[in-house]
């Protein structure tokens, strides 16, 4: 293989090593998991079952987790004006933390029709993590309060986790040796990990790439000492 083909597979195969390093540590999963919730409403019993997503978006030194519904859940026999119907849930906590997590949102946008399933708005809240590890969220109690009226909506499938995030606990610099908040609230997380392990990573490829490209260079060197001598 001649001088010049060496040293570009060698860059190559440098690039793609950084690359293969980010794309080789996932630190949040997130799913679509069926709810199926079992209602007590002012009329009786109801039941419903629901996808429900749980997201997390980087904020500052903690996590802006937000709840959503793909179908609606329950009903009222008259319809609820703009803003009479105000929800919120709780989200159980699991692996590395424990407890719940309670979620709000703004109250109905539009009017709700009479016996229509009533679509809950997204509920969010910040979550500030007290010790690093993976921890989960498994959509909890629902809470609808409506005209004077209280309706409580409780999973009775036992739901799986819809998100395992990889936190880092306020005040303690990223075991991965990341670091940085997003004050602004920034995205959602991709699936790859957090921001601060992204960052992390992004520094380690980085850092494997100047490698490669010290040893081209090194190469350069020696194969023009060699010629000449």
């Known amino acids: 293989m001649s001088y010049r083909n060496r040293t570009a597979a060698l860059a190559s195969a440098v690039v793609l090593a950084g690359f293969t390093v980010l794309a080789a540590a996932p630190a949040a ?23 429900i997503d749980i997201e997390a978006a980087r904020s500052g030194s903690g996590y802006r987790i937000t709840m959503s519904w793909q179908k609606g859940v329950s009903s009222s026999p008259v319809e609820l004006g703009k803003g009479a119907m105000n929800p919120s849930a709780t989200i159980a906590l699991g692996g590395a933390d424990s407890g719940t997590l309670t979620v709000t949102g703004p109250a109905n946008d ?23 590890g993976t921890v989960t969220f498994t959509a909890d109690v629902l809470t609808i309060k409506a005209l004077g009226t209280t309706t409580t909506c409780t999973p009775a499938n036992d739901p799986g986790p819809s998100l395992a995030l990889e936190v880092t606990a306020a005040g303690k610099a990223p075991a991965t040796g990341g ?51």
């Not at 029709?113 to 708005?121: E, W, Y």
């Not at 392990?197 to 980085?206: E, I, K, N, R, Y």
């Open 110 to 132: 539009a009017p709700i029709p009479p016996n229509t399933p009533i679509k809950i708005s997204d509920l969010s809240a910040t979550y500030t993590p007290e010790k690093s």
């Open 179 to 229: 670091g940085g908040t997003d004050d602004s609230g920034g995205g959602t997380l991709p699936s790859t990990g957090p921001e601060d392990s992204a960052v992390a990573l992004a520094t380690l490829g980085g850092t494997v790439l100047l490698a490669g490209v010290a040893g081209t260079l090194w190469l350069t060197r020696r194969t023009g000492g060699a010629r000449g001598e």
């Open 29 to 51: 999963q997130a799913k679509a998991v069926d709810v199926d919730y079992r209602c007590k409403t002012p009329i009786g019993d109801k039941s419903a079952v629901s996808p």
